[in-house]
């Protein structure tokens, strides 16, 4: 406990350690682990193809419907056997097939992330903010 005069007050158990951060390493939260850290970005692009999706399908049947009554103004029906009203009804069958598929697609994608995002909700993820606990205000940023 003797002062030689130098100013080093360190002891020496913690000599050559940095003991600032400590604290907020303890605090310091891990990353996800394996699939759960897709859960979020999975949620995001399942609901963005469901969404993108959905709209496609309201187009489609929208244009069937516009086609399907242009069709029958003349007195013709598109449930008709003939290979006209045939090629009406087909008109959109590709692209309503795929929409539905990826429509599927997408429910499937954002049900899985947000099992995956519930299941881990407790776990302890990193705390990616960068803060450093430092003040700036408008002199600071201004250079005054």
């Given at each position: 406990?003797?002062?030689?005069?130098?100013?080093?007050?360190?002891?020496?158990?913690?000599?050559?350690?940095?003991?600032?951060?400590?604290?907020?390493?303890?605090?310091?939260?891990?990353?996800?682990?394996?699939?759960?850290?897709?859960?979020?970005?999975?949620?995001?692009?399942?609901?963005?193809?469901?969404?993108?999706?959905?709209?496609?399908?309201?187009?489609?049947?929208?244009?069937?419907?516009?086609?399907?009554?242009?069709?029958?103004?003349?007195?013709?029906?598109?449930?008709?056997?003939?290979?006209?009203?045939?090629?009406i009804?087909?008109?959109?069958?590709?692209?309503?097939?795929g929409?539905?598929?990826?429509?599927?697609?997408?429910?499937?994608?954002?049900?899985?992330?947000?099992?995956?995002?519930?299941?881990?909700?407790?776990?302890?993820?990193?705390?990616?903010?960068?803060?450093?606990?430092?003040?700036?205000?408008?002199?600071?940023?201004?250079?005054?």
């Amino acid at each position: 406990m003797e002062d030689s005069g130098t100013g080093d007050s360190i002891s020496a158990d913690t000599a050559g350690q940095d003991t600032v951060g400590d604290d907020d390493a303890r605090q310091e939260r891990r990353r996800p682990q394996g699939l759960a850290r897709y859960a979020k970005p999975a949620l995001i692009a399942g609901a963005v193809i469901a969404v993108v999706s959905v709209a496609l399908l309201v187009i489609i049947f929208f244009l069937d419907s516009f086609n399907a009554t242009v069709y029958s103004v003349g007195g013709k029906n598109v449930q008709d056997a003939t290979d006209e009203a045939r090629a009406i009804r087909e008109t959109y069958a590709a692209a309503r097939l795929g929409g539905i598929i990826f429509l599927v697609a997408g429910i499937l994608l954002a049900a899985a992330g947000a099992v995956l995002s519930f299941r881990h909700r407790n776990d302890e993820g990193r705390n990616t903010d960068e803060d450093d606990g430092e003040d700036v205000d408008f002199d600071d940023l201004a250079d005054q």
